[in-house]
């Protein structure tokens, strides 16, 4: 069993790095070559801008390479408390933004001819009890009148229809989403944006962030020192850096995979035929889809722990018992790699994207990153070219965590309070 992710592992080598030192000066360095950064250069370059993107490891090595592979429509919110909370209109625009989201991934997979598997094949939420699936009827009922006629039901009495299992209770089908291999999308997106122009450095941490006359920035990093006339944050939840004030503001919290040896054809068919992706309806539930080679990926939050290989190690055992619980057909295949990585998890789990201090950033995806980072790049290019309206999220206040402010202690509790959430509802 390999401890790293299968979308990395299987990826093709990113071969347009830039070479030599970080020196002179950009009209944009952005921090981070995740799905945010790398978008927001391809975007800034196809312009002329001069781009530079610094990233501490590999490019999509971190969140947009370690996720589970969904490209996914619809928010991670109860809709009608989020029309209560922000009013029907602004309601109705963030959940139509995560369905532009899913349609600009699209768009740059064609534009730039990214091999990575893209397939709109549709988001199914599964029942964990009889009671989710009312619920999962009240959603359907209020998204079908207000924001999405794409959505559809499928009864407890048809569920083995769509998926192979006993532990199911019905479930919501959100039709526009899609899936694609991380890995080859990534590695694509940032081929593309080094031939439009933009120099990506790896292995390049950032360590300090200097404030200079006219809202430039001296940017140093482990390759050297460049003068940048704006920068853009689009680190996720990283632990190391000059970025405490973002960092009191997320919740790292660890999210594990595991995928299975390659299986038949006819196992899968019988398993999950439709070949969706699939999320249960327990707070801390699973998600899983079928890769392009005929394997079961398998994750979810196996438990409220940091990621490191030791945790994901313990997590991917986890993962396999619940896999076998939920599918006993599957419970003695092999494992062939398991890999955690930290969701960017804000306190009402929606994104934060603006400007603090003269720094420009995007992140905080919650879980829900995959579309919403690449369309928020092409978003936050246009921000920095002076138009703030173009971002969905703009007018979000964004207070600290309370009593968070380095490790994330409060996690094991957190856990625990969703657990004890899933035993009583």
């Not at 781009?51 to 809709?79: F, T």
């Not at 300090?208 to 430039?216: F, I, K, S």
């Not at 206040?397 to 409060?410: M, V, Y």
Request: aromatic share 8%.
């Amino acid at each position: 069993m390999k401890l790293e992710s299968y979308w990395l592992d299987t990826a093709p080598p990113f071969t347009g790095g830039a070479r030599g030192p970080v020196e002179g000066r950009a009209d944009v360095v952005v921090v981070g070559a995740g799905f945010t950064g790398l978008s927001a250069a391809l975007t800034l370059a196809r312009r002329g801008a001069s781009v530079v993107v610094l990233e501490a490891g590999r490019v999509v090595g971190e969140a947009s390479g370690r996720n589970g592979g969904h490209c996914n429509n619809g928010l991670p919110h109860d809709y009608t408390a989020l029309a209560e909370r922000f009013g029907a209109a602004r309601a109705r625009a963030f959940y139509q933004a995560y369905g532009t989201a899913v349609d600009a991934v699209e768009q740059v997979v064609r534009e730039e001819t990214i091999d990575c598997d893209f397939i709109r094949r549709g988001r199914l939420k599964l029942a964990c009890k009889p009671a989710h699936f009312g619920k999962l009827q009240q959603a359907h009922d209020v998204l079908r009148a207000n924001v999405d006629s794409h959505v559809s039901l499928v009864p407890p009495d048809r569920i083995r229809e769509e998926v192979g299992s006993d532990a199911f209770f019905g479930g919501l089908i959100q039709r526009t989403s899609a899936q694609m291999h991380m890995g080859k999308f990534g590695v694509g997106l940032a081929e593309a944006a080094a031939r439009k122009g933009a120099l990506i450095h790896e292995s390049a941490a950032v360590t300090g962030l200097e404030p200079l006359p006219g809202g430039a920035h001296r940017v140093t990093s482990a390759r050297g020192v460049i003068e940048a006339g704006q920068v853009l944050l689009a680190t996720g939840a990283t632990q190391v850096g000059p970025f405490g004030w973002f960092r009191r503001r997320m919740a790292p919290v660890g999210s594990f995979i595991v995928v299975t040896e390659p299986l038949e054809p006819e196992v899968l068919d019988r398993v999950l035929p439709k070949r969706r992706c699939y999320v249960t309806s327990k707070n801390i539930g699973n998600y899983f889809r079928v890769t392009p080679d005929n394997r079961l990926l398998f994750g979810g939050r196996a438990r409220f722990a940091m990621s490191n290989p030791r945790s994901d190690e313990k997590s991917g055992h986890v993962l396999q018992k619940t896999l076998s619980q939920l599918f006993p057909e599957l419970g003695h295949v092999r494992i062939d790699y398991c890999w955690g990585g930290l969701v960017d998890m804000t306190a009402d789990r929606l994104p934060r994207a603006g400007e603090h201090e003269g720094l420009f950033y995007s992140m905080g995806y919650s879980g829900h990153g995959v579309q919403m980072s690449v369309r928020m790049g092409q978003i936050m290019a246009d921000v920095l070219e002076g138009r703030l309206d173009a971002n969905p999220w703009r007018d979000l206040d964004w207070p600290p965590i309370p009593g968070h402010f380095g490790k994330p202690w409060f996690l094991p509790l957190v856990g625990a309070y969703y657990r004890l959430q899933d035993v009583l509802h």
